[in-house]
């Protein structure tokens, strides 16, 4: 569903990722992984056609993000890390207008509107003004309006940034509830979050891939917790000997 | 092009000038002023009229009342649409909405259109409001006070100048918008614009042979003025056309060189 191959993005001089690459296979959730810095929104960024790679080949939901961008924008939701919202308009208003923007068929806008309402838990706020909402209900609406179309493919930069303990359950559940029909991509730094999640993690550390494995394969051999392994990875470059 | 995705950004960008006072605000101001405006012109008309029936002073036509009336609005619209148009791409920018547009299916185009026609919108608005002036010469000329009603031709092909004239603001405007993410950088340089292809025409008088012609080609005001006059040029509707379009045109090249400033 989603193929990179040795994705290079510089900004000016800076090369932000290095020829990182990784497969993601349809219906899977994975974690995107790293210390901040390391590159994982800029591949976000990159795979939902928000900017273009400066090399490397790149697909997603069968396309080529050079040659159809327009074919695999239909197809992907994406949450940056700052919710694209309208302050001003109300979230019911709000979620019909991305519907729209989604080319999503006219009949069932509704439908899918109420659907992403009810799951986000945005029904009691329906007609509440976005501006007004707190944080937490602010980062709802913003996976709310990845899903509305029900995309293929799914993209979330830290969804859970700014939520309370019941409401990351909630939409953990939610993100779990997608495996299967949906491909998944999420960063986070929450890493309990990634093993209740995810399936597969792929972690990125100054713009290179460090780790692409099953979570269990990743900690359980050593028999150390995601977190050990992950501050081992980390920190293994400056302790190792080159 | 997708009709559609016009169709759907148009309405929302509409309904987001009355989100905001703003809007009603500027529609409120720009009314009262011209209506002030309108009541001293009037006044001055009334004097005139009633010292030219005793050989006093020479007799003005209500025409020449419209004309100088509808150079002013020219000029309030120079200076009150650059606030129409700051927002349309600085708020996008700002709320990070513009990452939804850009990773929604919608082309540039489609997006620069459909902001163009929702700020032209509201020029529509105010350009209908403002009617109630030359009604109000209609009916007050058919009560016998006024030397006959202006000529319906002239107010016509006024209206059109100020709306090409409004559009070109509007353009200078949105461009500026896309260029940078602050609301008053927006406004400053567009009124700068504005200001600029306006001040063309006292250029040219001071420039010589082609250079002048070229100066005077490129003057705002000279241009609405042959439609002030009556006339409309194909000149001046082809100058009009294809300056609005070079606006949207940079733009356009503006948001596609987003992604990859970003």
Known sequence: ?242 | MNMRNILTIWKREFKAYFYTPLAWVFIGIFTLLMGLMFWSFLSTYMEYTMRSQFGMAPSVTIDRLAEAFYANMHVIFMFILPFFTMRLFTEESRQNTMALLMTSPVRMWELTIAKFKAAASILVLKLLVSLIFPIFLILYSAKGAGAGGPDMGIVGSTYLGLLFAGLTYIAFGMFWSSITESQLVAVVLSFATNFSFWLLGMWSQGASGWLQAVLKQLAINDQFQSFAKGTIELSSVVYFVSIIFFALFLTHRSLESRAWRS
């Open chain 1, 1 to 242: 569903m989603i193929e990179v191959q040795d994705l290079v993005k510089k900004y000016g001089e800076f090369t932000a990722v290095h020829g990182i690459s990784f497969s993601v296979p349809k219906g899977q959730i994975i974690g995107l992984l790293g210390p901040n810095g390391a590159g994982k929104s800029t591949t976000m960024k990159i795979l939902s056609c928000f900017m273009p790679a400066t090399s490397g080949v790149i697909k997603v939901a069968g396309y080529d993000v050079y040659d159809d961008p327009m074919e695999i924008k239909k197809r992907v939701g994406y949450l940056p890390e700052t919710p694209p919202l309208y302050l001003e308009m109300r979230v019911g208003e709000y979620l019909e207008y991305v519907a729209q923007l989604k080319q999503v068929e006219p009949g069932k806008i509704r439908d899918r509107v109420d659907y992403v309402a009810e799951h986000c838990g945005l029904k009691h706020n329906f007609k509440r003004v976005i501006g007004t909402l707190s944080k937490g209900y602010k980062q709802r609406v913003g996976i709310a309006q990845a899903l509305v179309h029900d995309p293929e493919v799914v993209i979330l930069d830290e969804p859970t940034v700014g939520l309370d303990p019941v409401q990351i359950i909630e939409i953990r559940n939610l993100i779990k509830g997608l495996a299967g029909n949906h491909t998944v991509i999420l960063s986070t730094h929450i890493l309990p979050e990634v093993v209740m999640t995810c399936e597969r993690v792929v972690l990125i550390d100054k713009g290179r891939v460090k780790v692409d494995d099953t979570i269990s394969n990743i900690a359980g051999g050593r028999s150390e917790t995601l977190e050990q392994a992950y501050v081992r990875i980390v920190t293994s470059e400056a302790v190792a000997p080159a």
